[in-house]
């Protein structure tokens, strides 16, 4: 079946700008992840929904970062004035339940640069 | 969150086993042992995870010491396709919303020679 997708691929933005990035998980998964991974190192967490809800926000860095899932599939993570240190690849992950032992999915990544 | 430590990198010959170590002195009664690799330019993947006992899958095998303060992660004959980042992680079964998530430290970079 069709795993995660994440949408674009790449985006390139300039310094102050506003992105969205899409993330599509596997039909019927509860748990939709999102992390960020720099150069060189693991991905870290950001935020994960069970449902429609944030379950665990604890990872956003700031408040320039925020994500939603209004009907429970799609998620959208929003930059809002990009700096040039949230360049990295971002990485959207479901599971079907979010219990401890459930295997995560994860997308491609999207990766953002800011120029 | 309980603490992993790996070797930065490993290296193997092609069809020969590979033995990835993963350090966790301070696991917890209720943590789960996962391992997940990330090939180049992808997601990570899920390989294998286990409590107290060795498990074995199509992918790997995981064998954890009796005091559960250290993991082998076992490919029993390495490809080229191996050829990864090893995350060894420990997600902890009592926490509901911190459990969930999947605390990832540098991995082990394992180069598979042909």
């Known amino acids: 079946g069709a795993g995660v997708s994440q949408t674009p691929s790449n985006k390139v933005t300039e310094k102050g700008k506003y992105v969205e990035l899409r993330c599509d998980p596997i039909s019927g998964h509860t748990a939709l992840y999102w992390y960020r991974q720099s150069l060189g190192q693991g991905p870290e967490f950001l935020i994960y929904f069970q449902g429609t809800g944030a379950a665990d926000d604890s990872g956003l860095p700031n408040d320039r970062f925020f994500a939603v899932r209004p009907e429970g599939s799609v998620s959208t993570l929003k930059i809002q004035r990009t700096e040039r240190g949230d360049s990295a690849v971002y990485l959207c992950?479901?599971?079907?339940?979010?219990?401890?032992?459930?295997?995560?999915?994860f997308g491609p990544g999207t990766r953002l640069t800011v120029l | 969150d309980a603490k992993t430590t790996q070797p930065n990198s490993m290296e193997s010959n092609e069809e020969e086993p590979v033995h990835l170590p993963c350090n966790h002195s301070t696991i917890s009664g209720t943590d789960y042992i996962h391992w997940y690799r990330q090939l180049p330019s992808q997601g990570p993947e899920y390989v294998i995870h286990g409590l107290t006992s060795n498990v074995n899958n199509r992918m790997a095998s995981l064998a954890i010491a009796e005091d559960r303060k250290s993991s082998t992660l076992i490919l029993h004959r390495a490809t080229l396709r191996d050829a990864a980042v090893y995350y060894c992680?420990?997600?902890?079964?009592?926490?509901?919303?911190?459990?969930?998530?999947?605390?990832f430290g540098e991995g082990t970079q394992l180069t598979v020679n042909p």
């Open positions: 992680i420990l997600r902890d079964g009592l926490e509901e919303t911190s459990g969930s998530r999947l605390t």
């Open positions: 992950a479901s599971s079907l339940t979010g219990a401890y032992t459930d295997t995560q999915y």
